[in-house]
């Protein structure tokens, strides 16, 4: 499907349950990371995990951003169909079908692979060598989030095996790691930026040592990312969320509930009893990958429900979502038939339940099929 042949214009109010994307808080979140990075001199490679959109990622390469970055084989090669040329995965690729549609894609456009594994560089390797094809690669670096990633300890001598390696080119090292200090969640954001920002500048500094050419040191969430880009050292930061912003940020202190530009409408459906409402979003609707009451950020329920400061999105079942409503709440006239916004925990894996969203600039919605939902191999 073509970019164009994706969008159109909805002239009233799509049926729910639906996400919105409010295009002026959108625009202001995009420009606002860009000038993060240039103000410390970085290189921003936002992730596209969020929007899952080759039109949202043109506007953050507008704004300034290098490249973006990208988790599958499948969502690079969604971009590059509709002109972005430069692409990480970041992602360590191991089977051969993967890894010979990364060397073909390669071929087109600029891309950065990850490897974590002497193995999967190995299997890199072979596969671009049986093409006769070089491929640039990061390695990836665990710093405390226990995932993917190399230990510190280990990486030295990984990297050195892998830079001596023919048909892989070495040219960085990244993480990820979040809102982690000390292998737990932190809601101290610089603390947690700044230790992540000085792991990997000083991991770089060895592996330079070592003769290992180290050109990009890629860090950074959106919650660390403009913490980790002050430090000396860092080239680059790989920020999702901030496209659109969620609960989960705002409860972080990134950014406030209006900086949200990702919102889930929703109708009531049911009214059983007075502290009691239905609406028609389930776990369907809204990712529930950020669970409520967990420390440190100790969520109530699973979406801020926009002007019902008391009612909570307590309980969801496949297509029903549960409000308990608090005394203010249940004064405010709710009825079957309202129509409610919530801003979701977690907005990418939101988006990702959803074929299709819609933009809206305050007068006219604009619906756009999510061309990178369900790109998962």
Known sequence: MSEAASKSTVNKEPQTPFIQIDKAAMERNIHKMAEVARSNKVQLRPHAKTHKLPWVAHQQLQAGAV??????????????????????????????DKLERAIR??????????????????????AAGRIGHQLQVRLEIDTGLRRTGVLYDQAPELATRIHSLEHLRLTGIYTFRGAIYKQKPTLDLQTAGEDEGHIMADLAARLRANGIPIVDVSVGSTPTGMYAAAVEGVTEIRPGTYVYQDRMQARLGVCSLDDCAGSVWVTVVSRPSEDLAV??????TFATDVQPNVEPLMLQGFGHIDG?????LERLSEEHGMLRLGPNAQKANLQVGSR???????????????NKVYFNDGAAYEEMTVLGRGMLE
């Not at 969502?75 to 051969?96: C, D, K, R, S, W």
């Not at 609406?279 to 369907?284: A, F, L």
């Open 279 to 284: 609406v028609d979003g389930g776990s369907k």
């Open 308 to 312: 019902l400061d008391d009612a909570v």
């Open 340 to 354: 409610l916004r919530i801003i979701p925990n977690h907005i990418c894996s939101t988006v990702n339940l959803h």
């Open 67 to 96: 490249g973006i970055t990208v988790a599958k084989v499948s969502e690079a090669e969604i971009m590059a169909q509709h002109g972005i040329t430069n692409i990480f995965i970041a992602y360590p690729l191991v089977t051969t």
């Open 105 to 126: 894609l390669s071929q087109q456009i600029t891309l950065i692979t990850a490897v974590d594994s002497l193995e999967g560089a190995e299997r890199m390797n072979e």
